[in-house]
């Protein structure tokens, strides 16, 4: 026969061995004990902002902007978003969303020391003939210089470019082999190219603009000018008509007056005109 005070030992270790079991399975990833409670953790993306009660289970609120919280949480606040700091190097790689950081990496020409990306360097510049090449070198991407293979080349010093690939002629006959440092030259299939034919189209354009313009200008400015042409225009009219032209009008008092259209009032036959 038990005795009472063994009967309530037994209860009082049975509960405490039903605290520890329920203790043990409420340490998961999305809960956790409090108040001899099992209560909810936050989950990502969110923190906590207030713990669970004997009445009601936690109270989680969403992550401001700029702020992210990637795992199931207690806490009371969101971490802030790492900036890229330019100065640095960096540029955004990946932009941070309210469960991730924002990744930063090394802007073109730099690369990361180490496999964390704190710190980054330039590239070492490549010469002519040799091409920057990134290796995998203990989980960090370094930049190489590596000499162009046949079929590359490169023609500049460097600290991002690679090895660029040689011109591919196709039909055309090759002109010039390439090397480590110089492109492929092609030559021409002997039919003009269009944009040489191009070329000169406007450039005859161009030209008779110029022509027009200054011949405009110069019967325009200088009346002996004028005078010249017309002469030379109206000795060809007349060689090419058998009547010559009629050149002035007589008016019924006797008067010469030039010909209509006749605008400069200085005939070639060298005429005074009267004042009408
Ligand atoms: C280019 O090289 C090839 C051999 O690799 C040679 O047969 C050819 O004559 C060369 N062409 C020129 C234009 O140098
Ligand atoms: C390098 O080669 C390219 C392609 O042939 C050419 O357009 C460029 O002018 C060259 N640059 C230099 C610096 O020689």
Redesign the pocket.
């Known amino acids: 026969m038990l005795r009472p005070i063994i009967l309530v030992c037994y209860f009082l270790c049975l509960f405490q061995g039903f605290q520890l079991v329920s203790g043990i399975s409420c340490k998961t990833r999305s809960r956790y004990l409090k108040l001899n409670k099992c209560c909810s953790k936050c989950p990502p993306g969110t923190y906590m902002n207030s713990e669970c009660t004997e009445t009601k289970d936690s109270e989680c609120y969403n992550c401001g902007p700029d702020r992210y919280q990637s795992e199931w949480n207690t806490l009371d606040h969101c971490q802030l978003h790492k900036t890229c700091n330019r100065n640095g190097g960096f540029v955004v790689e990946k932009q941070g969303t309210n469960t991730a950081d924002t990744i930063c990496q090394c802007q073109l020409g730099m690369y990361c020391i180490n496999k964390d990306c704190e710190i980054c360097e330039e590239n070492k510049v490549c010469g002519?003939g040799y091409g920057v090449v990134y290796r995998q070198d203990g989980g960090i991407s370094m930049p190489m210089c590596e000499r162009c293979e046949p079929g590359y080349?490169?023609?500049?010093s460097s600290n991002m470019a690679p090895c660029?690939k040689w011109?591919d002629c196709g039909s055309l006959p090759i002109q010039e082999n390439g090397t480590a440092t110089?492109?492929?030259?092609c030559g021409t299939s002997g039919l003009p190219s269009k944009a040489g034919l191009f070329t000169v189209i406007v450039l005859l354009s161009i030209l008779l603009v110029i022509i027009i313009l200054l011949s405009f200008i110069c019967i325009g400015s200088n009346k002996e000018h004028r005078t010249k042409i017309r002469d030379i225009v109206n000795r060809l009219c007349r060689h090419n008509m058998s009547k010559p032209v009629q050149e002035h009008v007589k008016t019924e008092n006797g008067r010469i007056l030039a010909t209509a259209g006749d605008e400069d009032k200085s005939p070639e036959d060298g005429t005074e005109l009267l004042p009408v």
């Open positions: 002519p080349f490169s023609n500049v660029r011109n110089k492109d492929v030259k």
